[in-house]
């Protein structure tokens, strides 16, 4: 019973989709990004445009982004894809595009773009260099160049003025402190990242946070942010899923089905959440 009351949309999306007759199955392969391991034949067979353009951060600090385009007859919202510790990677893509799969341009920028060998990005890197790098950052770059990110994509002929944020792992910890220092954000969300130790008093946006079971080192942050963003009358939606694991989205076979039943369930709400913000 706490988890439904700590979880309004969770019960009428899986409701939603047991009165249609929509099976795990038809969820997998049609309204949810693929795992790590589908991600580019994903991609591959995608019959939306997605292209790799550069956008000015402030003083000539140009940012390599993977940028996504929802098939649809009038303009669209936009949303800020910030991607893992692991850098922008093929599966970053793929969530980008099933987010203009479901009506959004995405915008995916590469954070590590300019701190790889050579000047170069994530690509430049192997896994573990990738995530050495992404600790150094500066959060205050890392804003700087998501700030800039939201504005090129609002800035697109085809997109509204409306933005929101979306992050993983790293990426979702940087999702609720672009909340923080981001006034003009419309809407966050946050997959499995910590929360802020302070800042909640600026948070103007509504947040969404969509969390593991499994995954205490993340989940222990959740109670100041819900204590904080409560007494200050501003949303969050913390929803932790049963059983599933530390980047469930992602290892989509792991935890014995409860990542891909944490799936199943985080990414409607993640689009229902964008939908009521960014379309109203």
């Not at 949810?32 to 991600?39: R, T, V």
């Not at 993340?218 to 963003?229: D, K, L």
Request: aromatic share 8%; charged share 20%; proline share 5%.
């Amino acid at each position: 019973m706490k988890e439904m009351l700590r979880n309004p949309f969770r019960v009428s999306a899986v409701f939603v989709f047991l009165i249609m007759g929509i099976g795990t199955t038809t969820l997998t392969s049609q309204t949810i990004p693929a795992d790590e391991e589908g991600s580019v034949a994903r991609l591959d067979g995608s019959p939306r445009h997605g292209e790799w353009l550069t956008y000015d951060a402030g003083d000539g600090d140009m940012v390599r982004a993977w940028v996504t385009y929802p098939e649809r007859s009038g303009p669209a919202p936009v949303v800020v894809v910030i991607h893992e510790i692991y850098g922008l990677t093929d599966w970053i893509r793929g969530v980008a595009d099933q987010l203009s799969r479901d009506g959004f341009i995405a915008v995916a920028p590469d954070l590590l773009d300019g701190h790889g060998p050579n000047g170069g990005g994530s690509d430049s890197m192997d896994r573990q260099e990738v995530v050495a790098t992404i600790r150094t950052l500066d959060r205050v770059d890392v804003n700087r160049r998501l700030k800039a990110a939201a504005d090129f994509g609002t800035g697109l002929p085809s997109a509204t003025d409306r933005v929101g944020v979306v992050g993983y792992c790293w990426g979702g910890s940087s999702s609720f402190l672009f909340a923080v220092d981001n006034t003009g954000l419309d809407a966050a969300v946050v997959y499995y990242g910590s929360s802020p130790e302070m800042g909640f008093e600026s948070i103007s946006a509504p947040i969404l946070g969509l969390y593991g079971g499994n995954d205490e080192r993340v989940n222990s942050t959740i109670n100041r942010a819900e204590v904080a963003m409560s007494r200050l009358n501003k949303m969050f939606i913390p929803n932790i899923f049963e059983g599933a694991g530390h980047g469930f989205l992602r290892n989509q076979t792991g935890q014995d089905g409860a990542n891909m039943h944490a799936t199943e369930e985080a990414w409607p709400l993640t689009i229902d959440f964008f939908r009521r913000h960014l379309e109203s």
